[in-house]
């Protein structure tokens, strides 16, 4: 077992007895050999383009088996054992339609019949077989962040949106990153290209969002319970939330969002449904800790998944999630876990706890942008801060609330993905009536992020680096390495990451990072404030 694709990982350079996350080496060699035979399929799959024949069945197929071993989806060993069959099931067919002929090993291999003949298999192709280490390195750095762009691609398909150039990136980026003959001039290159191909992911995976459930608005959603059943939706999927509020509708049970689902309450479409209530717990790594409180059944959609042994019955997964024991969901039918909710006790009365605002998409903010523009030069908002990432376990994140608390009054706090909830519920007051915490969103939202900058940067007649505006990220799994890509990729510097670097950056690559975009590392709250705000 080698595995290095997430921030937490084993002594800050890799698992290699069991994850971190729970991961088993068995399941880490199903995940590398389904990595190696979609690679396979990705070959001919590339070359079939070259000839005009393309499929979006097996481009779906792709994206969900990449997506598949991403940090906290899936820890089922079966699972793995039926996608990599089915990869080179897809593989041969294509074959056929690209006409080509490889014969590396990923494009002839042939599975075992059984699961330990599978392990073994997956335990000779692992991820640290290339010698040279930087090469390694970038390498790494396109394949996780193919894991974070297969996801989003997977969230789109989901709302009937896809995207051939992204198809094809993916086929050629794994076809690519298999070559032993391929340098740093081209993997370079190939990684700035994986931004490019997110940025798309997020774009068509935000219209599907916007395109079904409506532009986010500014919405109050509250901490508290309500006495009854409940039913807790965890994850990132917008359509689960959907089929689940239809399904419970008039059955006496209150659904809370957990984690990513929060912003799905500023979903006009969503927010609709009156048992849609509020929100409990706080970041995914919280979990066993807040699922075990929870008195109700609980949902997992995408990833985020942990442990659940101490509350196995009351927990269910659907799409990609899986976890040894638990029952799975099929055909958005939620009943057994609306069955299970009324089977519980649920919540023994009402309880308070404040509230937080979400809701403010790129669709909101760039609604009040003359009121923004007028801000900053009047000089009422003198910086904007973008905090936000992935959230953690590992110590050295309380940096993230620190900053948000120490950031001037005079200064616009925007925050989206998980990272947010280390301060989501602080009040930091307003700007001339503009909250001062604008919740974006999910991950993906970072799409809104960008937007937001791009319009601003339009407005002043800049660039976005010229902006009164810094980046200071957290990251933990590959999607985050996505948007890193993506905000390379559009050029943008300066950029504040923790709460420390990837294990799979080596000194050298580090170095062509830092001088082409100056990225760094975090220092302390106070330095870095001095260093931006002088």
């Not at 990132?236 to 689902?261: F, P």
């Not at 996505?482 to 559009?490: P, Q, V």
Request: with cysteine.
């Amino acid at each position: 077992m080698f595995c290095q694709q997430c921030e937490q990982t084993a002594k800050g350079q890799a698992c290699t007895v069991i994850g971190v996350c729970g991961k088993k080496e068995e399941v880490a060699a199903l995940q590398d050999l389904l990595i190696h035979a979609t690679q396979g399929l990705c070959q001919y799959s590339h070359a079939a383009r070259g000839k005009g024949f393309t499929d979006s069945a097996t481009a779906l197929f792709t994206a969900e088996a990449i997506f598949s071993t991403l940090t906290n989806v899936n820890f089922v060993p079966e699972d793995f054992a039926v996608r990599i069959r089915r990869a080179v099931e897809l593989r041969e067919a294509m074959k056929e339609k690209s006409g080509a002929n490889f014969t590396n090993a990923a494009a002839t291999f042939t599975p075992a019949t059984d699961l330990d003949g599978l392990i073994k298999q997956g335990q000779a192709v692992g991820l640290n077989t290339e010698e040279n280490e930087d090469l390694r390195s970038v390498k790494h750095i396109i394949l996780f962040g193919l894991k974070g762009v297969a996801a989003y691609v997977d969230h789109a398909k989901i709302l009937g949106q896809e995207s051939p150039e992204v198809a094809a990136y993916i086929d050629k980026a794994m076809s690519e990153i298999l070559r032993d003959d391929i340098g740093l001039d081209e993997l370079v290159p190939l990684a700035l290209e994986c931004g490019e191909a997110n940025l798309k992911a997020m774009e068509i995976l935000n219209i599907g969002n916007t395109g079904t459930y409506g532009h986010p608005v500014p919405t109050e959603v509250p901490l508290g319970v309500k006495k009854g059943k409940a039913l807790l939706v965890s994850g990132h999927d917008l359509k689960d939330l959907d089929l689940i509020l239809q399904q419970t509708a008039g059955k006496g049970i209150t659904v809370y969002s957990h984690g990513e689902i929060l912003p799905c309450h500023g979903y006009p479409e969503l927010k609709k449904h009156a048992h849609f209530h509020g929100h409990f717990g706080t970041a995914w790594q919280n979990q066993k800790k807040e699922f075990a409180e929870f008195p109700g059944a609980i949902v997992m959609t995408t990833n985020c998944i942990q442990d659940p042994k101490a509350y196995t019955e009351n927990i269910f997964t659907s799409g990609l999630v899986g976890w040894p024991g638990v029952q799975h969901l099929e055909n958005g039918d939620f009943s057994p876990a609306i069955n299970r909710a009324l089977a519980m006790d649920g919540f023994p009365e009402d309880t308070e706890a404040g509230s937080v605002m979400v809701g403010f998409g790129h669709n909101a903010v760039l609604g009040v942008a003359d009121k923004i523009i007028e801000a900053v030069k009047n000089k009422d908002i003198r910086h904007f801060f973008l905090v936000g990432g992935c959230d953690g376990a590992k110590t050295g994140r309380n940096y993230y609330t620190e900053m948000a608390e120490k950031i001037p009054s005079d200064c616009i706090v925007m925050t989206l993905a998980c990272g947010k909830f280390r301060f989501f519920d602080k009040d930091l007051g307003d700007i001339g009536g503009i909250p001062r915490l604008l919740d974006i969103g999910q991950c993906n939202d970072a799409y809104s992020a960008v937007q937001i900058a791009v319009a601003l940067a339009n407005a002043f007649d800049c660039g976005v680096n010229d902006l009164p505006l810094s980046f200071i990220l957290s990251w933990y799994e590959q999607k985050a390495v996505a948007i890193l890509l993506t905000l390379f990729h559009l050029g943008i510097k300066d950029i504040r990451l923790g709460p420390s670097l990837p294990a799979f950056i080596t000194p050298n690559v580090l170095n062509v990072l830092v001088e082409n975009f100056n990225v760094m590392p975090i220092s302390t709250v106070d330095e870095d404030l001095k260093a931006i705000l002088g």
